[in-house]
């Protein structure tokens, strides 16, 4: 339900996106006989351009974070003959960030590792300490597994459960490209009224002649 609903944000995004350049475009083409007013369309197009590509950016990104997230989230483990494992879906019970250690639960089992020298990333591989993750995070990571000890040496750790909270900046990052895009229909919308307006007035005083 939560990817559909970004999805959705994300597709409402574009079309206001895809609208506001039909607009502007029009607004350009309009303005082609007039040099000044045709350099100021042309500014808002190229403006407009960098929207169109910012929000195109940010919705690929979402759209790979929560593929990535969907597999990431489902528990799962593999390991090869050498001990080196990869391991998904593993849910986190408390974090120990004085001694570098998180107790997990995986398939019922649950123990306490030492994650001390591990890589940690989020959202976007955005680096993370310890003290990022949380209580209830859902984690997959890489490392190796020593059959006689039992020792498990982690050294890559992802907090899938990061990248959803700050799916939220992503959302009003969108937000704020919305208004600005609401902005420039805004100017188009009185360029076009004035032209209008100035197009009247050339034909007025053409038939009083």
């Known amino acids: 339900m939560k990817k559909t609903l970004n ?25 082609s006989s007039s040099s000044s007013q045709g350099d100021g369309a042309s500014a808002q197009v190229q403006n407009h351009g960098a929207v169109v590509s910012q929000v195109a950016q940010m919705n690929q990104e979402a759209e790979q974070s929560q593929n990535q ?16 494992f990869t391991v998904t879906g593993v849910t986190v019970n408390s974090v120990d960030t004085g001694a570098n250690t998180l107790t997990v639960s995986l398939y019922g089992f649950t123990r306490t590792i030492n994650v001390s020298g591990a890589a940690i990333t989020g959202a976007g591989q955005t680096n993370l300490s310890l003290s990022n993750i949380q209580a209830g ?25 990061y990248t959803v909270r700050n799916r939220a ?33 050339v034909q007025t005083q053409s038939q009083g002649n």
């Open 7 to 31: 999805f959705a944000l994300a597709g409402l995004a574009m079309l206001a996106v895809v609208a506001a350049f039909t607009a502007m475009s029009q607004a350009h083409a309009d303005d």
């Open 69 to 84: 997230q969907m597999q990431q989230t489902q528990p799962s483990v593999s390991i090869d003959p050498s001990g080196h």
């Open 137 to 161: 995070d859902v984690l997959s990571g890489t490392g190796t597994f020593d059959p006689t000890s039992h020792e498990i040496t982690v050294s890559t750790i992802v907090d899938t459960s």
């Open 169 to 201: 900046n992503i959302q009003a990052q969108i937000n704020q490209l919305l208004q600005l895009l609401q902005q420039l229909q805004a100017q188009v919308q009185s360029q076009n009224q004035t032209q209008t307006q100035s197009q009247i007035q």
